[in-house]
């Protein structure tokens, strides 16, 4: 599948800015499963500097600094991808998951795709009793790890009510859990948090998911968003593995990566910092388009 992305973000400030840093995570990764065909920022006004390097784990990070006065900031990156990631085959859905956590443990590899680097808690993601217990409930001794996760996946999705007024993008994991809401970034956390605390390396991916008009109804622009899942490790034989616990289904070719990290922290759209007085006002618009 080939898609067009357009992802467009749009800053108005009540009074002029005279500086801004603002570190961008929206380039779509290129390689494995996904290839990235063309691919520009666009920044209104001009930036002084530009900056361009490779993040931790490995995503494009673009560093712009600018010194122009203005009263509103536009981010518009545009995109083409091709996405060829196969269907599960039969097999993958073989390996007890205690298998793959003793595989994960023993790992000497300290690449950036190896397990090593999401095994532990990070500040977005903690360890957190009833939460472990909520995963335990889908790994039961000696399930294939496939179809353990999968369980987990739509159990979140069953569990907890989408409600994107019910948290913020700092709102602590063992809160949205208690409250049986959230979004995307919310369930995430969740299910990382969950395999992790059973020994699981589990990674969090930042990126965009097509989304589908109702029956007879012409497709919005800008009515796809930004989206959020959980990526496992499930052993050296079969690498990472896509879980969508907002959708309840493993991850196919209607996901498009754009970075990986150990929670949001480590992948947010957009950063930065602005000088400048009074209340800023935020617009998002995102459209992945199949060619």
């Given at each position: 599948m080939i898609y067009r992305l357009r992802h467009r973000t749009t800053y108005r400030y009540e009074q002029p800015v005279s500086f801004a840093r603002c570190v961008l995570r929206v380039t779509p990764r290129d390689g494995g499963d996904q290839t990235l065909l063309s691919h520009?920022?666009?920044?209104?006004?001009?930036?002084?500097?530009?900056?361009?390097?490779?993040?931790?784990?490995?995503?494009?990070?673009v560093t712009a600094t600018l010194e122009t006065a203005h009263r509103q900031l536009t981010i518009d990156a545009r995109s083409r991808i091709a996405v060829t990631r196969p269907r599960l085959a039969p097999w993958l859905f073989e390996p007890p998951w205690e298998t793959t956590r003793a595989e994960a443990v023993a790992a000497q590899s300290l690449d950036l795709s190896s397990p090593a680097h999401f095994l532990y808690p990070s500040k977005?993601?903690?360890?957190?009793?009833?939460?472990?217990?909520?995963?335990?409930?889908?790994?039961?001794?000696?399930?294939?790890?496939?179809e353990a996760a999968f369980d987990l996946a739509a159990a979140v999705k069953r569990s907890f009510t989408y409600d994107p007024d019910s948290t913020e993008v700092s709102t602590p994991v063992e809160k949205a859990f208690a409250a049986r809401r959230g979004v995307c970034q919310d369930f995430a956390h969740i299910m990382i948090a969950g395999l992790r605390g059973l020994g699981l390396p589990a990674a969090y991916v930042s990126g965009y998911i097509r989304t589908f008009p109702a029956p007879g109804r012409p497709r919005l622009e800008g009515a796809d968003a930004s989206h959020a899942w959980v990526d496992l490790w499930c052993g050296r034989d079969h690498g990472w593995v896509g879980f969508d616990p907002t959708n309840g289904h493993i991850v196919a070719e209607d996901h498009v990566v754009v970075a990986v990290g150990r929670d949001y922290l480590d992948v947010a759209p957009i950063s930065g910092i602005i000088l400048g007085p009074g209340q800023q006002k935020v617009d998002v618009a995102v459209d992945l388009i199949p060619e």
């Open positions: 520009d920022i666009l920044i209104t006004p001009n930036p002084k500097h530009e900056d361009v390097r490779a993040g931790q784990f490995g995503e494009r990070v977005m993601a903690p360890l957190f009793a009833e939460i472990t217990q909520f995963a335990r409930e889908s790994f039961t001794p000696h399930r294939p790890i496939i």
